[in-house]
């Protein structure tokens, strides 16, 4: 997944999936708490994706699978878009991120993340920097 979508929830708080992410996505996909660089966004996860995330905690030794791991967990929500693809976003999934109105989708490799849009936008403006891409593309072999 690549890209940035813009979108507004409306008020039953429910969001578009952007054309170009409904085949990537599914028709069934996870929204869960998230962190980008330390700021708080959600975090959303393909079917495929989410079932190698519960595959790997179930392998923890339960002395890991406790506080910050768990909450991935009972923080998420599945979601089933419906005919319009829409999906809703939790109230506490949306005060986790300080989701507001207008929000961004963002596409990050095998998932994305969905973002208050100014959260979002003030996170590009300090990370964009020549020597952070660069660090970025030395991390994965470029």
Not at 42 to 49: A, D, I, K, Q, S
Not at 62 to 80: P, V
């Amino acid at each position: 997944m690549i890209g940035k979508y813009p979108a507004k929830l409306d008020e039953k708080n429910r969001l578009f999936v952007p054309a170009k992410l409904r085949g990537e996505l599914g028709s069934t996909f996870y929204v869960t708490i998230g962190s980008n660089c330390g700021h708080r966004c959600l975090t959303v996860y393909t079917e495929e994706g989410w079932r190698k995330l519960t595959d790997k905690y179930d392998q923890l030794p339960i002395s890991m699978k406790s506080g910050a791991t768990s909450l991935l967990f009972t923080n998420a929500t599945e979601c089933n878009p419906d005919k319009q693809f829409r999906f809703t976003l939790t109230q506490n999934l949306m005060a986790y991120a300080g989701i507001g109105r207008d929000v961004l989708i963002v596409g990050r490799a095998g998932q994305a993340d969905i973002w208050d849009q100014a959260s979002y936008e003030a996170f590009e403006q300090e990370a964009l920097t020549p020597e952070n891409l660069l660090a970025s593309l030395e991390a994965i072999g470029l």
